[in-house]
């Protein structure tokens, strides 16, 4: 009997990022769950300064931090040039190079999701897990994304958008006629980070500065009453949309400690919204992710307003993977069973339709 031969595939985790923890446990999770029967896996971990490792551990030091320790970490890179498609390692003064079919790069936030990533891979021609390199650069700017949605004909939140160059008490001046409360988030950063919800002058002034911490662009956002529901979505011309998921807020906003703890919050999927709220959201994310151009995958959060509207947030090229992330567990709600989103994942990034 003639045996099928394995798929090689890429994971890479970490990164230079303030994501990156993130990431570890993300990685960890997709790593546990590939299939070692139908997949060979390259493990690339990428350090919180950028440098790049291949890694021959198990994913107990990934969660915990320690991969970069082991000792069968190898300098490694992947390069742009087309003639190679594989990981390049730098063994002493020689190097040697590890075939690759499909890469899954679960990198969260800059240097990862917004584009450079997906160029490198683009450029090397190697089939990747995800949105292309103009989608994920547009998902990663919240305020190209909300002017593009907008544009399609989706509610969005009214905003500005304030630069380090611009003069600070004029943008807080133009900001204060959108009413408080007000949020205030870099314009390209991820999980809550930098995220301020301002209830006067001086905590607007206070979450600007602190959101140019993050990000040298800052969207400044009228507050949408409602809650927060979300849609995982998979595939590339035709996607589906999975169970919605509904986020019920005990504190202010869905913040970083909250996404990964729950402390005060619940998740509730399936949402508690009628059949009809589901079917406009669904069709709603479907329009926002045909419209930003995702292929593979994605979330799309949105907000249920008590007159019914729904508003736009945001879009997450690369949303966690850990076994109780949202994006998992709203395919699991569908009869998609971790394995098989892993499954379906990778066909979708070797399929000829991903990258037309």
Known sequence: MQLTQKTTVAVLFGGCSTEYGVSLQSAASVIDHLDKDQYDLVLVGITREGAWFRYGGGTDNIREDRWQEHPSCIPAFLPPSRDISGLVELVGTEYRVTPVDVVFPVLHGKNGEDGTVQGLLELSGIPFVGCDTLSSAVCMDKSITSKLVRMAGVNTA??????????????????????????????????????????????????????????????????????????????????????IDEIELQGEFFDYDEKYSLATSTIHLPARISGDTAARIREAAKLIYRTLGCTGLARVDMFVCPDGRIVFNEVNTMPGFTSASRYPNMMRASHIAYPELMDRLIQLALSKEARA
Do not use: W
């Open 158 to 243: 009214p905003s500005i958008v304030v630069y380090a160059e611009d003069d600070l008490y004029s943008a807080v001046k133009e900001a204060e006629e959108l009413g408080f409360p007000l949020y205030v988030k870099p314009a390209r950063s991820g999980s809550s980070f930098g995220i301020v919800k301002a209830y006067d002058k001086l905590e607007l002034m206070g979450g600007i500065r602190s959101a140019f911490l993050h990000d040298n662009k800052v969207v400044v956002e009228q507050n949408v009453s409602g809650f927060e529901v979300g849609c995982a979505v998979l595939g590339n011309t035709d996607p589906m949309i999975a169970e």
